[in-house]
């Protein structure tokens, strides 16, 4: 998959562990500036660093209430990102599905027909 | 309801793929199923083509090889070697896409059993965030081509066992 630049992908946003923490933070509520401070024990102008390539991707929104500023997790931002593993997760979905009709037939001890047309079960021999 | 859901996929750090699923089998049989060659020919390609070649030395040291025909009709190919063999309870191998030859991973699968459920788990270490990139992104290449049929072969499977 083609990435673009840090600014303009929320691939490469959430790619940054300290991102990730205030994305975390932020997921369970609206926080300002200094309740990250507080929060994650990182220095101002790097939050604020975070914060500004979060909102350009479109991950954080922010809202003026008086005098603070309040960020919040805007989630829809995620979903490339879950569409991403979704993919490789459905590969995964298939495969186990698949696993469940050979589990059903071993658990009913019928004989595993292969492909072959013979009746082996591979000798693996780990269940007796 | 347990067992029969969908594959559940984190990633729990920059390098790595945490794959979990329920089954409603005990633990042998899931082991049975997942390292016994005629039994793996029958699910690892999911709906994205056909197991051609299955190898299996499972033992400390011994190597692995997994070959499918890809529906678009390009071959895929995965090898590795056991590092540790506990039977019924873990796995640990290296992991190599045959495409991508330098982006070796290690691979730790557990099988927990609890009243006669199995939950296997799939840890995938990688080396870098590029080789986990593009792991993942290796779920995308056959998602177009998958269809219907494979739920017909599955009905169709559990009747014939019945």
């Known amino acids: 998959m083609a990435r673009a630049a840090t600014t303009t992908d929320a691939f490469n946003a959430v790619a940054e562990p300290r991102r990730r923490q205030i994305l975390n933070a932020v997921a369970t509520g609206e926080r300002s500036v200094s309740d990250l401070i507080a929060q994650l024990g990182m220095p101002q102008p790097l939050v604020s660093k975070h914060l500004r390539v979060l909102r350009e991707v479109g991950l954080v929104a922010a809202r003026d209430e008086g005098r603070l500023r309040l960020y919040r997790l805007n989630g829809f931002a995620l979903k490339p990102i879950y569409d991403w593993v979704k993919d490789f997760e459905n590969l995964w979905s298939d495969r186990f599905a698949r696993m469940d009709v050979v589990l059903t037939e071993l658990k009913q001890a019928t004989p595993v027909t292969t492909k072959d047309g013979d009746n082996s079960d591979g000798g693996n021999g780990d269940d007796g | ?162």
Not at chain 2, 53 to 72: C, F, I
Not at chain 2, 138 to 157: D, P, T, Y
């Open chain 2, 1 to 162: 309801m347990t067992g029969n859901g969908p594959a559940v996929v984190t990633l729990p750090t920059d390098t790595q793929i945490l794959i979990t699923r329920e089954f409603d089998a005990p633990c042998h049989l899931v082991y049975r199923a997942w390292t016994t060659p005629e039994l793996i020919k029958r699910w690892w390609a999911g709906d994205r083509g056909e197991v051609t070649s299955v190898e299996v030395d499972l033992r400390p040291g011994g190597r692995w090889r997994y070959v499918m025909t890809a529906n678009g009709g390009f071959e895929v190919a995965f090898h590795g070697q056991y590092h540790e063999v506990v039977p019924g309870e873990r796995l640990v191998s290296t992991e190599v896409f045959e495409g991508m030859p330098d982006a070796a991973a290690v691979t730790t699968t557990k099988f927990t059993e609890r009243d006669s459920h199995t939950t296997l788990s799939i840890l995938v270490q990688h080396q870098t965030r590029e080789n986990r990139d593009a792991h993942v992104n290796s779920g995308m290449e056959g998602g177009m081509q998958e269809s219907l049929s494979h739920l017909e072969k599955v009905a169709r499977a559990l009747v014939s066992a019945e």
